[in-house]
């Protein structure tokens, strides 16, 4: 078996496993802006992210609707997202075995799914999108690349920015 499918395997069986156990254990419950509010400012001020607070506020109203317990498969590219902030496994992995990210060690599923872990490594992805090939960028550049990797196209995450932009008014 290729590594990219046991990959896959895993991080299917992992993300079914964990949505079975939230749903036993009664864990679909969303956590309140408020304390979202005060975790994406403590992590921020914490390990010095170059992007305000209020992004990854904002990003973790897109992606969970505050569940920090959410997961989803991403059969196509064999991988799994999940906990507030949806950062991929191996987005996750990648930044913290190369990119010194290191706060929680080497993250799994489960540990995603810990608000403070989560908000961290979406943190860490925004803080190294921001300054990509050292470069300063863009509020807007940096959203889109949350969504669609550094480099895609515009067209491919308009909707996503427009989610954005929405998610400033409903959530600040």
Do not use: C
Not at 15 to 41: C, S, T, W, Y
Not at 113 to 128: I, R, T, V
Not at 132 to 139: A, L, N, Q, T, V
Request: proline share 5%; glycine share 10%.
């Amino acid at each position: 078996m290729s590594d990219r499918l046991l990959l896959l395997v895993g991080a299917l069986a992992g993300a079914f496993a964990l949505m079975h156990k939230r749903v036993l254990a009664g864990q679909a419950d969303p956590i309140a802006l408020e304390h979202v509010r005060n975790l994406a400012d403590a992590a921020v001020r914490h390990w010095g992210f170059r992007v305000p607070p209020e992004m990854l506020v904002r990003i973790a109203w897109i992606e969970s609707h505050f569940d920090a317990g959410a997961v989803r498969p991403e059969p196509r590219i064999g991988d799994a997202s999940a906990g507030l902030m949806q950062t991929l496994l191996s987005t996750a992995r990648w930044l913290a075995k190369d990119m010194g990210y290191t706060a929680f060690g080497v993250p799994t599923l489960e540990t995603l799914m810990g608000p403070q872990e989560s908000l961290y490594f979406g943190g860490a992805y925004l803080d190294y999108l921001s300054r990509y090939r050292g470069e300063r960028r863009s509020e807007e550049w940096i959203v889109r690349s949350y969504n669609g990797g550094p480099g895609h196209s515009r067209a491919a995450t308009d909707a996503y920015w427009r989610k954005y932009l929405a998610a400033k008014a409903e959530v600040g």
